[in-house]
Nanobody, 111 residues
Framework: QVQLVESGGGLVQAGGSLRLSCAAS????????MGWYRQAPGNQRELVAT???GYANSVKGRFTISRDYAKNAVYLQMNSLKPEDTAVYYC?????????WGQGTQVTVSS
């Protein structure tokens, strides 16, 4: 079992920045990949970025994903935010072919 806890969401104006953090606990040594997905109202959950898969086209050049293996954490630095980036952001981990999700953190970008 892997537990994921996100933090760092909030309200920001367009053009601003936010940094999301996700801490993993439990069987974190078995994690093969970590990353971020997001879901806007009325939309399906979509990939933002994972360490292995890279970035969605919509965030390339603006978002940066990083992983700290010593702290069992993954981060998402989001710059040049746009109103269309507004969504609930979920941390994701893949361990032994099982996908785990965090509880989600709201990111709201005002125009």
């Amino acid at each position: 079992q892997v537990q994921l806890v996100e933090s760092g969401g909030g309200l920001v104006q367009a053009g601003g920045s936010l940094r999301l953090s996700c801490a993993a606990s439990g069987s974190w040594l078995t994690i093969a990949d970590m990353g971020w997905y997001r879901q806007a109202p009325g939309n399906q959950r979509e990939l933002v970025a994972t360490i292995s898969r890279g970035y969605a086209n919509s965030v390339k050049g603006r978002f940066t994903i990083s992983r700290d293996y010593a702290k069992n954490a993954v981060y998402l630095q989001m710059n040049s935010l746009k109103p269309e980036d507004t969504a609930v952001y979920y941390c994701n981990a893949l361990s032994r072919d099982v996908t785990y999700w965090g509880q989600g953190t709201q990111v709201t970008v005002s125009s």
